[in-house]
């Protein structure tokens, strides 16, 4: 059985094996899962910008699907996949909002272009045309000539707090490996190891 015995240093250290093997984002792009407030699975790529001790952080638009579907089950999971290594981890947990504090750190370290786009999209709404999306930009451009973009009021962050991590690491002859990490009452983590 593997020897970490904190499954967020373990997943760490596997993003940084993965960005020395080339994997694109540092290997952070990973599928978020929701549901629907019917109950209805829901899913789509996001990339987790930090995974700590305090759990996985990701950023979105406070009005977006995404948001939406948070905000009525805060309940999600993410699942990694880096195919250079054959490695999958799955991380499941409750959800809540970023502080105000983390969201504003984050988004003052992105590009310039993405901290614009973020003010004009209207994401997840429909849209006539990509003509919209780009006379939106544009506006939001001439508007903060010379002058930093500040975070808007409808975008940041989120944080999963894991409940259950899962490791697979592909093996030949389809025996791969797998490990669950569960946390416990009193917050440790109990490790088992599952049939493939």
């Known amino acids: 059985m593997t020897t970490h015995s904190d499954p967020i240093d373990y997943f760490n250290e596997l993003q940084r094996r993965a960005e020395r093997k080339g994997e694109p984002e540092r290997g952070a792009a990973c599928t978020l899962a929701t549901s629907t407030p019917e109950g209805r699975p829901s899913a ?15 950023y979105t638009n406070y009005r977006s699907r995404t948001a939406a579907e948070l905000d009525a089950n805060p309940h999600a999971a993410l699942v990694f996949f880096w195919p250079s290594m054959e490695i999958q981890v799955r991380v499941e947990g409750a959800i809540e909002r970023a502080t105000a504090a983390e969201s504003d750190a984050y988004f003052a370290a992105r590009h310039r272009q993405s901290q614009l786009g973020a003010w004009a999209s209207q994401q997840s709404e429909p849209m006539a045309g990509r003509r919209d999306l780009i006379a939106r930009y544009l506006q939001e451009k001439a508007r903060r000539i010379g002058r930093p973009v500040p975070r808007p009021p409808h975008w940041g962050g989120y944080r999963l707090q894991p409940e259950r ?8 002859g389809r025996l791969h490996d797998r490990y669950e990490y569960r946390r416990s009452a009193d917050g440790d983590w109990q490790r088992r190891m599952l049939y493939p």
């Open 44 to 58: 789509r790529m996001v990339l987790v910008k930090t995974a700590n001790e305090r759990g996985f952080f990701f």
């Open 165 to 172: 991590i899962e490791f697979w690491i592909g093996k030949i």
